[in-house]
């Protein structure tokens, strides 16, 4: 078995950074449902983003590419899911459409 490059190491090292920071914030979206500051058309480009990132990272087979991206597409497509739940319950609730979040 090779031993992991530097290269290697650093990409691994800065996915763990990068993917794990989307974890507060889907902890906190889950159990408040609080969407009131998240951006609708932000978080749909991003998490848009981060799939086609997955696809480059498959293309290329990178590992820490591919494995950062299957995280982080997870948690953002959380958010985006349940930004998207409670926005369409405030517009059945209120009969009316939701609050701007952009």
């Known amino acids: 078995m090779d031993l992991p490059t530097l290269p290697d190491i650093l990409g691994y090292l800065a996915a763990c950074l990068t993917t794990s920071a989307f974890v ?3 902890w906190l979206t889950l159990r408040t449902r609080d ?4 951006s609708l058309s932000m978080y749909g480009a991003f998490t848009l983003g981060v ?3 997955l696809l ?12 950062a991206n299957v995280v982080t597409l997870a ?3 959380t958010i985006l899911w349940t930004k998207l739940r409670v ?4 517009r059945r609730s209120s009969g009316g ?3 701007a979040a952009d």
């Open 35 to 38: 969407v009131s500051g998240i």
């Open 51 to 53: 799939a086609l990132w």
């Open 97 to 99: 459409p939701a609050p």
């Open 56 to 67: 480059y990272g498959i293309a290329i087979g990178q590992w820490p590419v591919i494995i």
């Open 24 to 26: 507060p914030q889907a």
């Open 87 to 90: 926005e369409r319950g405030h």
């Open 75 to 77: 948690l953002a497509s």
